[in-house]
Each structure stands twice: as structure tokens, then as C-alpha cells.
């Protein structure tokens, strides 16, 4: 049972320019939810997708944007890059229910330098 | 809004021994679950142990039990007989219904032989 795989798992960008993370979440979850964790922090919300749009927005700038395809599988679109958005980006997938309980389930995320 | 905060920075412990990590969170929500999630050292994002505060009892995992205080907004977890690989950061986490997870800013655990 393959889980949550994310690519590129590093990147190295300069300011200004754009990028793009991918997520495929794990076999049987269809919703997925998109962290920043910086260096020595705790991870920090980003957006949610669950049947090709976004369901939830945590507090990041409209520079953050994303997409869910067909198969569930996700980007993460970063576009003019600034320092501060060097940090670990981490995909999280569930399942649907849209309930409290459920679990989610994170993958070994990528690595943003930005010089 | 929903806060976590974890006051340990870092927590050292003794091969076998037991160490008690602290987390308090407040939230205005009723439906609601705790979360304490494992991350090794450049390594996965793994669970360890959820609870869900409509239960009174505590959850266990084998070596891992938490202590749920819901009217103290409290959940600490406590590692019993330490194992080496159980060095890494530990972050406490609260979600409600809109799976939304919110993070404290972790606890660094070390294991000494």
C-alpha cells in the first residue's frame, strides 16, 4: 500500500521566481491538505482540496495556489518567491468524511531553498 | 481560533526510562481531536497516538499513553521504556470537524544509551 509520496524531494530557487510542488496522496484517500514548517517550528496549515477545489485556506498569501486533479494527486504553486518561503512543504491525505476524526496522513515533504 | 502550545523545547531521557511530554491547546469548538505525531530526523510525519475528547479514557498505543485533562485543556504524552529510535520531534496537534490540523511548535526528544 503505497502512502503519501511527494516530489522534487529538495529544490533550490532565487526570489522572484516560481515554483511547483507535487503530492500524491495514499491509495483510498481523496482529500489533501498542503503545511509549511519552518526550520525548527511546527507545521503550518496551507489549504485543503477535496474534489478539485479548495475547501479550506489557512493564512498564506494569494502567491500560494494549488490544484487537485482527477486522480486525487495535488500541486502546490508558489509564485514570487521571497526568502521566508525557504521551509519544508508537506502534503498531508485523508479520507473524505470531512469529520474531526479523521487521520491524516503526511508525506516526507520537499525541501524549498530560496536564495 | 485554535492554539497549541507545547513549553518544552526539548526533553532528554535515559535508554528505558519514561519521559512526559506537555501539550495545552484551547479551543472553542466541541467536536474536536488530539493528535501527537512522531517526526525523526529528516525522516516521515508519523502518528503516534489520537484521542477524541468526547472519551474519558485515555489512549494507549504500547509504550505511548497520553493524559487527557479536557477541562484543563491539557494533553500530555508519556513514552514509557525509551528505545533509542524514539529520539525525534514530537508535535502535539488539535483538529475540529473541517480538517483543518493546527501544530504547537514541537518538542525535540533525546534518547541517551
Known amino acids: 500500500d503505497a502512502g503519501v509520496t511527494q516530489s522534487p524531494t529538495h529544490l533550490i530557487k532565487t526570489r522572484g521566481q516560481q515554483v511547483t510542488l507535487r503530492c500524491s496522496p495514499k491509495s483510498g484517500h481523496d482529500t489533501v491538505s498542503w503545511y509549511q514548517q519552518a526550520l525548527g517550528q511546527g507545521p503550518q496549515f496551507i489549504f485543503q482540496?477535496?474534489?478539485?477545489?479548495?475547501?479550506q485556506r489557512g493564512n498564506f498569501p494569494d502567491r500560494f495556489s494549488g490544484h487537485q486533479f482527477p486522480n486525487y494527486s495535488s500541486e502546490l504553486n508558489v509564485n514570487a518567491l521571497l526568502l521566508g518561503d525557504s521551509a519544508l512543504y508537506l502534503c498531508a491525505s485523508s479520507l473524505p468524511t470531512g469529520g474531526a476524526g479523521e487521520t491524516q496522513y503526511f508525506g516526507p515533504g520537499t525541501r524549498l531553498l530560496v536564495l | 481560533a485554535q492554539t497549541v502550545t507545547q513549553s518544552q523545547p526539548e526533553m532528554s531521557v535515559q535508554e528505558a526510562e519514561t519521559v512526559t511530554l506537555s501539550c495545552t491547546y484551547d479551543?472553542?469548538?466541541?467536536?474536536?481531536?488530539l493528535f501527537w505525531y512522531k517526526q525523526p530526523p529528516s525522516r516521515q510525519m508519523i502518528l503516534v497516538i489520537r484521542?477524541?475528547?468526547?472519551?474519558?479514557q485515555n489512549a494507549t498505543e504500547n509504550r505511548f499513553s497520553v493524559n487527557f485533562q479536557k477541562a484543563a485543556k491539557s494533553f500530555s504524552l508519556k513514552i514509557s521504556d525509551s528505545q533509542l529510535g524514539d529520539a525525534a520531534m514530537y508535535f502535539c496537534?488539535?483538529?475540529?470537524?473541517?480538517?483543518?490540523?493546527?501544530f504547537g511548535g514541537g518538542t525535540r526528544v533525546l534518547v541517551k544509551p
Open positions: 484521542q477524541e475528547a468526547y472519551k474519558q
Open positions: 479551543t472553542s469548538e466541541s467536536d474536536y481531536y
Open positions: 496537534a488539535n483538529k475540529a470537524a473541517g480538517n483543518k490540523l493546527t
Open positions: 482540496y477535496y474534489e478539485e477545489e479548495e475547501r
